[in-house]
């Protein structure tokens, strides 16, 4: 899973925002061990203090811990992590919705439109 770093956007919410999306996923499962801060600073092409103040910001809300000269880890309760990306999609699928309110479409005819639409 690439990293996709918006630049018309702070760069520390979207770490974490794609790290919780990873956790939440399975990509990085319960205990495991991410990628360190300057491993993940040249994926992302993004500073490495960036790296850890999102790092430390997940630590806050309980979804990774640190062990002193290891790295960082996954908790093992994944929960935070999924409540966190929950947010995200129930956020940007009002956006959506609202985007096309504006163009004259209500809800129903949203949902019908994605049912049919092909990628």
């Given amino acids: 899973m690439d990293?996709?770093?918006?630049?018309?956007?702070?760069?520390?919410?979207?770490?974490?925002?794609?790290?919780?999306l990873r956790i939440a996923t399975g990509v990085y499962a319960p205990g495991?061990?991410?990628?360190?801060?300057?491993?993940?600073?040249?994926?992302?092409?993004?500073?490495?203090?960036?790296?850890?103040?999102?790092l430390e910001e997940l630590e806050q809300k309980g979804i990774l811990y640190s062990v002193r000269g290891s790295g960082w880890y996954v908790e093992e309760d994944t929960a935070p992590a999924k409540k966190v990306f929950a947010g995200i999609l129930a956020?940007?699928?009002?956006?959506?919705?609202?985007?096309?309110?504006?163009?004259?479409?209500?809800?129903?005819?949203?949902?019908?439109?994605?049912?049919e639409w092909k990628v």
Avoid at 3 to 20: G, H, M, S, Y
Avoid at 36 to 46: F, P, T
Avoid at 105 to 113: I, L, Q, S, W
């Fill in 32 to 54: 495991e061990k991410l990628l360190s801060v300057r491993d993940i600073a040249v994926l992302a092409g993004v500073n490495p203090n960036t790296v850890q103040r999102s």
């Fill in 91 to 115: 956020q940007k699928t009002a956006a959506y919705f609202a985007a096309m309110e504006i163009l004259g479409m209500d809800a129903g005819a949203v949902k019908e439109y994605v049912k």
């Fill in 3 to 20: 990293w996709v770093i918006d630049k018309n956007r702070p760069i520390c919410p979207q770490l974490c925002e794609q790290l919780c």
